[in-house]
């Protein structure tokens, strides 16, 4: 395809050299009154007067319609001429001339048909040539291309510049030796893979089916978050059935020109026609396979003419052929349901998050490219990611390696990796932030009191890590807790308990300073998040039990979550909201009061060492008071 596109831009350009060179010979050589031959002055009716009476006019040229007057004078020659307009009324102009010894011409245009031609050969002439020396080359192109018709499109034509490929697809078309991605290339998506390989053993033995009168899956859409490898998967079915693979994003089908979205989309089938069986991939189809509606006053909808298209090759090429359609979207949600029927995009194959393991197996096949010091845990990386996706993942473990070769190693370590996990959650470290020495304290004391309060509770993550230094996504210094064992299901304590823990960070400003700030920001929107979905998603407030209140849109992008309740029944979700928020705030102040010595030791600590790791914490959290008495032993 690259090959044709090359070939296509060369003969372009020879075209335009070529229709150039062509105009340049028709205009100085055939059309000699297109230019000036001669340099011309411009003189007034007096002086070509004094010139007769002194016998210096050499020719005279009279036009009787314009009635200009163009003379040469004895001894400069032909190519230096003087034109004279606004001839007064003298009848005795004639005589002058012949009295002088010049030669008189008079000139009488023919107003019928002179002008038309003189414009019909400088000006539509070429501009004719020109066409035709198009259409003629676009014609060799489509041959050499291997097209079956070429004489019946004229696109490439006098339109050949700017519109010649409007009708093309544009489709990357990879050959099946190049794929070059298998199923071996994709982990953590086990259910994926189980569900397209049955695709690729149709692809690669379609009699098995055919003998039983099982049929193709027209298509199959893959829905998930962003970097959980839909497009790879795209691939690895083409690269494991060793078949071309058709590859196009839902944005290159709109056009500025209405209509040829959908000539885009006819295109695209007619080659995977020719090149059956294959693999037709198209990226982001939400953006020509939005709902169609019928508000508004487009008649003549470009999107809806593409996505019209779309649905009418998928219902209609011939099955036995053996094209498979893979599309990839974030947003299932938003698609024409005529798009998802069965005989369409027969099958949806979610393409999720990873879990724990899914996590551990993606960083163990990117970091195979990648020099390593042993001992590595990555199992220790996979617990700290929740929630990464396939490409976070191959993120940290390049970050890891770009660190190690900042530090002017040769190999990246564990701790590069670990360091790497808080860079792609909370941002590199912010040097040049200095903060004074009241807001390190605030912020150390506002650090600890979030991890007193979680260490505090006996099913709660583990602290592992607590530090003050800055970071560029604006954090002054974070918390970091890690699940032992990956969690599909909160109790609602447990919400509860996480909603303390967000709470422990203003309730120590508050207990120690008296005095609220402005860092407890996140945590009080990450709190009201969390105490929302407990009213209105999860059903865990007793005040509407299990009634859902909310919907959630864009389930694989933000989350959003819309209320769809009456304005009074939304006051009061409000109300139970708030009441919510301050019981837990109220708890973490209890916490905290009853670990007051402990909250001033381990401030003191982080102040100093800026950063500590959970065994340092836990180890004063779990160290007795020299200034108490020792407990009597029972």
């Given at each position: 395809?690259?090959?044709?596109?090359?070939k296509?831009?060369?003969n372009?350009?020879?075209?335009?050299?070529?229709?150039f060179?062509?105009y340049?010979?028709?205009?100085?050589?055939?059309?000699?009154?297109?230019?000036?031959?001669?340099?011309?002055?411009?003189?007034?009716?007096?002086?070509?007067?004094?010139?007769?009476?002194?016998?210096?006019?050499?020719k005279?040229?009279?036009?009787?319609d314009?009635?200009?007057?163009?003379?040469?004078?004895?001894?400069?020659g032909?190519?230096?001429a003087?034109?004279?307009?606004?001839?007064?009324?003298?009848?005795?102009?004639?005589?002058?001339?012949?009295?002088?010894?010049a030669?008189l011409?008079?000139?009488?245009?023919?107003?019928?048909?002179?002008?038309?031609?003189?414009?019909l050969?400088?000006?539509f002439g070429?501009?004719?040539?020109?066409?035709?020396?198009?259409?003629?080359?676009?014609?060799?192109?489509k041959?050499?291309?291997?097209?079956?018709?070429?004489?019946?499109?004229?696109?490439?034509?006098?339109?050949g510049l700017?519109?010649?490929?409007?009708?093309?697809?544009?489709?990357?078309?990879?050959?099946?030796?190049?794929?070059?991605?298998?199923?071996?290339?994709?982990?953590?998506?086990?259910?994926?893979?189980?569900?397209?390989?049955?695709?690729?053993?149709?692809?690669e033995?379609?009699?098995r089916y055919e003998?039983?009168?099982?049929?193709?899956?027209?298509?199959?859409?893959?829905?998930?978050?962003?970097?959980?490898?839909?497009?790879?998967?795209?691939?690895?079915?083409?690269?494991?059935?060793?078949?071309p693979?058709?590859?196009?994003?839902?944005?290159?089908f709109?056009?500025?020109?209405?209509?040829?979205?959908?000539?885009?989309?006819?295109?695209?089938?007619?080659?995977?026609k020719?090149?059956?069986?294959?693999?037709?991939?198209?990226?982001?189809?939400?953006?020509?396979?939005k709902?169609?509606?019928?508000g508004?006053?487009?008649?003549?909808?470009?999107?809806?003419q593409?996505l019209n298209?779309?649905?009418?090759e998928?219902?209609?090429?011939?099955?036995q052929?053996?094209?498979?359609?893979?599309?990839?979207?974030?947003?299932?949600?938003?698609?024409?349901?005529?798009?998802?029927?069965?005989?369409r995009?027969?099958?949806?194959?979610?393409?999720?998050l990873?879990?724990?393991?899914?996590?551990?197996?993606?960083?163990?096949?990117?970091?195979?490219?990648?020099?390593?010091?042993p001992?590595?845990?990555l199992?220790?990386?996979?617990r700290?990611?929740?929630?990464a996706?396939?490409?976070?993942l191959?993120?940290?473990?390049?970050?890891?390696?770009l660190?190690a070769?900042r530090?002017?190693?040769?190999?990246?370590?564990q701790?590069?990796?670990?360091e790497?996990?808080?860079?792609?959650?909370?941002?590199?470290q912010?040097?040049?932030?200095?903060l004074?020495?009241h807001?390190?304290?605030?912020?150390?004391?506002?650090?600890?009191?979030?991890?007193?309060?979680a260490?505090?509770?006996?099913?709660?993550?583990?602290?592992?890590?607590i530090?003050?230094?800055?970071?560029?996504?604006?954090?002054?210094?974070?918390?970091?807790?890690?699940?032992?064992?990956?969690?599909?299901?909160?109790?609602?304590?447990?919400?509860?308990?996480?909603?303390?823990?967000?709470?422990?960070?203003r309730a120590?400003?508050e207990?120690?300073?008296?005095?609220?700030?402005?860092?407890a920001?996140?945590?009080?929107?990450?709190?009201?998040?969390?105490?929302?979905n407990?009213?209105?998603?999860?059903?865990?407030?007793?005040?509407?039990?299990?009634?859902?209140?909310?919907?959630?849109q864009?389930?694989?992008?933000?989350?959003?979550?819309?209320?769809?309740?009456?304005?009074?029944?939304?006051?009061?979700?409000?109300?139970?909201v708030?009441?919510?928020?301050?019981?837990?705030?109220?708890?973490?102040?209890?916490?905290?009061?009853?670990?007051?010595?402990?909250?001033h030791?381990?401030?003191h600590?982080?102040?100093k060492?800026?950063?500590?790791t959970g065994?340092?914490?836990?180890?004063?959290?779990?160290r007795?008071?020299p200034?108490?008495?020792?407990?009597?032993?029972?």
């Amino acid at each position: 395809m690259e090959m044709n596109d090359n070939k296509r831009r060369r003969n372009m350009i020879l075209y335009v050299l070529i229709a150039f060179a062509v105009y340049l010979v028709l205009s100085n050589v055939l059309f000699p009154s297109m230019r000036y031959q001669q340099k011309i002055t411009e003189t007034d009716y007096t002086t070509l007067v004094d010139a007769l009476d002194k016998k210096e006019v050499d020719k005279v040229e009279y036009n009787t319609d314009s009635y200009e007057i163009l003379w040469t004078k004895k001894g400069e020659g032909d190519d230096v001429a003087y034109k004279t307009t606004g001839m007064p009324n003298d009848s005795g102009f004639t005589d002058r001339v012949v009295d002088a010894g010049a030669a008189l011409t008079s000139v009488v245009p023919d107003r019928d048909s002179g002008l038309w031609v003189y414009y019909l050969i400088t000006v539509f002439g070429p501009l004719i040539i020109f066409v035709l020396l198009g259409w003629w080359l676009n014609r060799r192109m489509k041959k050499a291309m291997g097209d079956d018709n070429p004489s019946m499109d004229f696109s490439g034509g006098f339109g050949g510049l700017g519109g010649g490929g409007l009708g093309k697809s544009g489709a990357r078309i990879v050959a099946s030796k190049d794929v070059g991605v298998t199923f071996k290339d994709v982990a953590g998506q086990e259910e994926a893979k189980e569900s397209l390989k049955e695709v690729v053993d149709f692809l690669e033995n379609p009699q098995r089916y055919e003998e039983i009168g099982a049929k193709l899956p027209r298509g199959a859409l893959l829905v998930g978050p962003p970097g959980t490898g839909k497009t790879l998967l795209a691939k690895a079915v083409a690269g494991e059935a060793g078949v071309p693979f058709f590859s196009i994003s839902g944005s290159e089908f709109v056009e500025m020109f209405v209509g040829r979205g959908a000539a885009k989309v006819r295109d695209l089938f007619k080659q995977a026609k020719e090149k059956a069986p294959c693999i037709v991939f198209i990226d982001e189809i939400d953006t020509i396979g939005k709902k169609r509606d019928g508000g508004g006053f487009s008649g003549n909808d470009e999107r809806e003419q593409t996505l019209n298209q779309l649905l009418t090759e998928m219902d209609g090429f011939d099955n036995q052929k053996g094209i498979v359609v893979l599309a990839a979207t974030n947003r299932p949600d938003s698609l024409d349901p005529a798009l998802l029927r069965p005989g369409r995009f027969d099958r949806r194959v979610p393409v999720e998050l990873p879990d724990l393991t899914g996590r551990k197996a993606i960083l163990e096949l990117h970091s195979k490219d990648v020099k390593i010091q042993p001992p590595i845990d990555l199992t220790a990386i996979a617990r700290a990611t929740p929630g990464a996706s396939g490409a976070d993942l191959a993120n940290i473990i390049n970050e890891g390696a770009l660190r190690a070769v900042r530090l002017g190693r040769k190999r990246a370590t564990q701790e590069d990796f670990e360091e790497s996990v808080e860079v792609v959650i909370a941002g590199q470290q912010r040097k040049s932030t200095v903060l004074s020495d009241h807001e390190k304290q605030v912020v150390s004391y506002h650090e600890i009191g979030h991890a007193i309060v979680a260490a505090s509770q006996s099913d709660g993550a583990p602290v592992t890590k607590i530090t003050i230094v800055p970071r560029t996504s604006g954090a002054l210094g974070y918390t970091m807790q890690v699940e032992q064992d990956e969690k599909f299901l909160t109790t609602r304590q447990e919400v509860l308990n996480k909603l303390a823990v967000y709470c422990g960070g203003r309730a120590a400003e508050e207990l120690i300073f008296g005095e609220m700030t402005t860092g407890a920001a996140n945590d009080i929107e990450q709190a009201t998040k969390l105490a929302r979905n407990m009213v209105t998603r999860f059903g865990m407030s007793e005040e509407f039990g299990m009634m859902a209140l909310g919907t959630v849109q864009n389930a694989y992008l933000n989350q959003d979550t819309s209320l769809t309740c009456a304005p009074g029944t939304a006051e009061r979700v409000d109300e139970v909201v708030k009441r919510i928020i301050e019981e837990a705030h109220a708890s973490a102040l209890q916490t905290l009061r009853e670990n007051k010595f402990k909250l001033h030791e381990l401030a003191h600590y982080l102040y100093k060492k800026e950063t500590i790791t959970g065994e340092e914490f836990m180890t004063l959290m779990r160290r007795e008071n020299p200034f108490q008495p020792p407990q009597a032993q029972q």
